[in-house]
C-alpha cells in the first residue's frame, strides 16, 4: 500500500516535499512514481525514481526543480518541489511498478492523491 503526503498551498516560488510512505512490502526491485492531474486534464508523469539504483527520471516541465530521492530506512519516496509554478497545480499520486515507466497504465500499485495548490 502507497501513501501519498505533503501537499498543501503554496506561493508561486515556494516550495514543498511531498512523501510516498509504503507499507506492506519493500520496494527494493521497483520504480515509484509521481504523477499529477490537474482538472480537467489528464494524469501526467512527473518524476520516477529506480529504487535498486537511484536512478532518476524527470518529465521535462519539472527538471531542475523538482528532485526525487528515497529513504530506505523508512520506505519512503520523496519528491522536493522548489519554484513552484501554478501550473504545477494538481493532485500529485505516488505508484510503484517493477519496472521503469512514464505512463499510467505501466503502474499497477497507487497511493490516494495530495493535493497541490500554487497561487500566483
Known amino acids: 500500500q502507497l501513501q501519498a503526503s505533503g501537499g498543501g498551498l503554496v506561493q508561486a516560488g515556494g516550495s514543498l516535499r511531498l512523501s510516498c510512505a509504503a507499507s506492506?512490502?519493500?520496494?527494493?526491485?521497483?520504480?515509484i512514481a509521481w504523477f499529477r492531474q490537474a482538472p480537467g486534464k489528464e494524469r501526467e508523469f512527473v518524476a520516477a525514481?529506480?529504487?535498486?539504483?537511484?536512478?532518476?527520471y524527470y518529465s521535462n516541465s519539472v527538471k531542475g526543480r523538482f528532485t526525487v530521492s528515497r529513504d530506505s530506512a523508512k520506505n519512503t519516496v520523496h519528491l522536493q518541489m522548489n519554484g513552484l509554478k501554478p501550473e504545477d497545480t494538481a493532485v500529485y499520486y505516488c505508484?510503484?511498478?517493477?519496472?521503469?515507466?512514464?505512463?499510467?497504465?505501466?503502474?499497477?500499485?497507487w497511493g490516494q492523491g495530495t493535493q497541490v495548490t500554487v497561487s500566483s
Open positions: 506492506g512490502r519493500t520496494f527494493s526491485r521497483y520504480t
Open positions: 505508484a510503484a511498478n517493477p519496472v521503469v515507466g512514464t505512463t499510467v497504465p505501466q503502474y499497477e500499485l
Open positions: 525514481i529506480s529504487w535498486s539504483d537511484s536512478m532518476t
